[in-house]
């Protein structure tokens, strides 16, 4: 097992991964731009599902909205706290395109059991069009260009 930091992933930072009770939200920055650490007009949400180009190393910038959490990635041998102040980056690389279980690893309340999510894994091309797809749907409106 490499556990070493790959320079991929460091310039590869595809989303913020806020953990909160029971949920976990992602912050995704617009097609072509990168994640800025404070929210932007044009970054994109979703709960629970956290998209990421298979086959390649990503970094997710893991936070929490309230108490200490645990981002586990069981299949991928992944965890790492979320700790209450801190911003901390966790890289993984899903090796095929797919479905992961992503769950919270550390006892938060009455609803950690429900505490699940998934990573989705698409194929680099279709990672692309997902995410200009996910672009439109929540500016559909056209307010931001
Ligand atoms: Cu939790």
Not at 12 to 17: D, S, T
Not at 32 to 47: A, C, F, I, N, T
Not at 85 to 101: M, R, T
């Amino acid at each position: 097992m490499n556990s070493a930091y790959p320079e991929a992933a460091k310039t590869n930072i595809i989303a913020e991964v806020n953990a909160r009770q029971f949920e976990w939200r992602m912050r995704y920055p617009a097609p072509g731009k990168s994640l800025e650490r404070k929210p932007q007009m044009d970054d994109m949400y979703q709960v629970n599902e956290l998209h990421v180009p298979a086959g390649t190393p990503v970094t997710i910038q893991l936070r929490t909205q309230d108490v200490q959490h645990s981002f586990f990635l069981p299949t991928m041998r992944i965890k790492q706290d979320a700790v209450p102040g801190l911003v901390i980056p966790v890289w993984f690389e899903a090796k095929e395109p797919g479905e992961y279980p992503l769950v919270c690893a550390e006892l938060c309340g009455w609803g950690h059991y429900k505490m699940g999510a998934k990573v989705i894994a698409h194929p680099p091309a279709e990672y692309e069009a997902y995410m200009k797809s996910l672009h439109e749907e929540q500016f559909e409106d056209g307010y931001i260009e």
